[in-house]
């Protein structure tokens, strides 16, 4: 019995200590390579001096942060296991994940689709469901140790998070292809050039990985942050629901069951590896711990590694911990001084980020101009009236039900944590998270006011809608406390009550995976293909039987083929500066040709001035037989190229040479 005991505890610590120093040693190794990077560059002497540099760091910080304490008090209660048929949950819901996977891994395609719901059967949801109604009862029995509890919470957040990682085979999204080729570029180089203050943390964690294990960039790229989000996420929001339940170092049932009712809130930002997503994982960790902890050393590392990935993320991190640091010493410090420094704070906070995409986005002030109408676009959604779903199948007015009402379900969760927290006055370093969130509204507010001229016209949006992400992760301790307090108040109802809740509870987690990925069905259609292999077969047969320096005008999907297959590595020198041979719609000049292309007409006469922009004679057209005019394109395309070649009957390609 002793013996069993002692192997059930040891356990429990095991899984603690690891996400502890990993998480620590990832943090650092973000910070300082993201330096050295920038100061020189990603060669091995430099890595090994990030290394070491991490290593000794973590060897000071890890007494500081108490994880060999934690580690000794964890479990202390916990009783010992006698019957190995006692875990037959734990083996279903395994089996059933399994299940999952597989059904996802038989989905796989490498041809464009706009959802991966249009090759995922709908059984992985029943399948899906059905594994979150067997770790709801995992969660909830003693029985199972707290180990046991995190690494099933950890591996549905990677299934919730990986359904791209399994059906896209090439990949999901357009960023990780630019991201992947610059990595690539700075693993073989050491550097790419010109150097920014932005996506270095990331970029160091991945070549550095790379370097160290022989695993490829493409590969360490696509799984970075769904696996550290499933890791991390669940551990971290475990943590601070304990916090909000204020019952002893080893979480309640309540605490399991609020993160895994979290994954309803949504979690599209996860699914994707961008330095982006990346950044708002390390914030997110960076409040759960500021809020659990009585140290400040965790927020303070972890707001330093968002701020090496990401300034956007990393600035209102800082800002944020600034407000912390007041909450917890205001009683050291006098009345009007500490006013004093939060009116400061809270004006720096709201005015740094606008200040800084303002100068940057535009290169210099006289660029950027300022408009209404690109402020008003992403809060239309807060200003929607109450609706319901028309009338569809139940499954998908369910669906609608709750995803057209999703801002006022955000809106009611966090104002009613809002109220619980008002009335307990038990965390009042929660108030920090308020002034966060306030200062970044004005600063969305100013943000949505910058139009930048380098940036495609449905592209201007992106960096305001991004400010609306981080207030909702400032947020995001309300929504849990919201949840935290539900659950404490059901714990008290009748079964037949727990029962109709625990339905609810499931298909909020159903919703939520669905429309957490694109959509293609009769309420949406999110329009965007992915890249397929004929997009790659085009990039490589253009390749090869180019004669001369070349450019092509294509849409971003076979622009991030290029980008996978040929990399960064090829600029033209135009008259107005270097010039990727690939459109980049998120600000390559190219691009606006390529709309002329297909929107106006595949004209010689908008083939040549793309051309002489490139300083090249040769030219390429690929139109896509999936979009909604390419019979037309295709057929007058015909006419005015030089040349013409099909794959598949569903790419085709034009050849246009400069007149002699």
């Keep these: 019995m002793l013996k069993r005991l002692l192997i059930s505890k040891l356990s429990a610590l095991y899984l603690v200590n690891w996400r502890s120093a990993s998480l620590l040693f990832i943090s650092l ?49 916990q009783k010992p296991r006698h019957h190995y048929l006692k875990y037959w949950p734990v083996a ?117 990985a790379h370097k160290i294990s022989g695993v490829s960039v493409y590969l360490l790229n696509k799984f970075l942050v769904p696996l550290l989000a499933a890791i991390f996420l669940p551990w971290g929001i475990v943590r601070l629901a304990r916090s909000q339940n204020q019952d002893g170092l080893m ?43 009585k140290r400040l050393l965790w927020p303070l590392i972890l707001s330093l590694a968002a701020l090496a990935i990401h300034p956007l993320t990393g600035l209102p991190a800082l800002g944020w911990l600034g407000f912390l640091v007041l909450q917890k010493h205001q009683e050291k410090i006098k009345k009007a001084p500490a006013r004093l420094l939060k009116i400061i704070l809270f004006l720096a906070n709201a005015l740094i980020l606008p200040s800084a995409l303002f100068i940057s986005g535009a290169n210099n002030l006289k660029e ?83 139009n930048f001229d380098n940036i495609i016209s449905y592209e201007q949006e992106g960096f305001a809608t991004r400010l609306l992400v981080l207030i909702l992760i400032f947020s ?37 995976l669905y429309v957490s990925y694109p959509r293609f069905d009769n309420y949406f259609n999110s329009r965007g293909y992915s890249t397929g292999v004929n997009d790659i077969k085009a990039v490589k047969l253009i390749a090869e039987e180019a004669d001369n320096p070349y450019i092509v005008l294509a849409n971003q999907q076979v622009s991030a083929a290029a980008l996978k297959e040929l990399g960064f590595d090829n600029y033209h020198s135009g008259p107005n500066g270097q010039i990727f041979f690939y459109p980049i719609p998120t600000g390559g000049p190219l691009y606006q040709y390529y709309l002329d292309m297909v929107y106006k007409n595949p004209s010689r006469e908008t083939m040549a001035k793309a051309r002489d922009l490139a300083g090249v004679e040769e030219s390429y057209l690929v ?11 295709i057929a007058e395309a015909k006419l005015s190229a030089n040349d013409w070649q099909a794959i598949d009957d569903e790419v085709y390609i034009f050849k246009y040479l400069a007149d002699r």
């Design 29 to 77: 190794i973000a910070f300082y390579g993201a330096g050295i990077y920038f100061i020189y560059a990603l060669t091995w002497p430099a890595i090994i001096f990030v290394l070491t540099a991490s290593l000794v760091s973590y060897r000071f910080f890890a007494p500081l942060l108490q994880i060999n304490c934690l580690l000794k008090k964890a479990g202390l209660k």
């Design 368 to 450: 950027a101009t300022f408009s209404l109408a690109s402020l008003l676009s992403p809060l239309k959604a807060l200003w929607e009236k109450f609706s319901l779903a028309g009338t569809e199948n139940i499954w998908l007015n369910t669906v609608y039900f709750f995803t057209m009402n999703y801002s006022f379900w955000i809106l009611l969760l966090i104002v009613a944590g809002i109220f619980v927290y008002w009335r307990s006055q038990q965390k009042k370093l929660y108030s920090s998270l308020l002034l966060s969130a306030g200062s970044l509204m004005i600063a969305y507010l100013i943000t949505g006011l910058i």
């Design 251 to 293: 979480p309640s049932k309540q605490s399991y069951l609020s993160a895994l009712l979290a994954l309803g809130i949504g979690f599209a930002p996860f699914i994707i590896s961008t330095p982006q997503s990346l950044s708002y994982l390390f914030l997110t960790l960076a409040l759960a711990l500021g809020l659990s902890e």
């Design 92 to 208: 279903l819901y395994f089996l059933l994940w399994l299940i999952s996977l597989l059904i996802l891994r038989q989905s796989a395609t490498d041809k464009p689709i706009i959802s991966p719901w249009q090759v995922v059967p709908v059984k992985f949801f029943a399948v899906y469901i059905l594994a979150s109604l067997t770790l709801v009862f995992i969660l909830t029995k003693q029985r199972f140790h707290h180990g046991l509890k995190m690494l099933g919470l950890s591996a549905h957040y990677f299934l919730s998070f990986g359904v791209a990682l399994f059906v896209y085979k090439i990949a999901y999204g357009f960023d990780p292809f630019i991201h992947q080729a610059t990595m690539e570029f700075i693993a073989d180089h050491g550097a790419a050039e010109p150097k920014t203050f932005y996506y270095l943390g990331e970029y160091s964690l991945i070549v550095i």
């Design 476 to 512: 995001l301790p309300f929504i849990i406390l919201t949840i935290n307090y539900f659950l404490a108040l059901l714990k008290k109802r009748s079964y037949l009550e727990k029962i109709i809740w625990l339905t609810g509870g499931l298909a909020w987690l159903g919703v939520s």
């Design 623 to 633: 139109v896509n037989k999936y979009w909604h005019q390419s019979a037309q394109v």
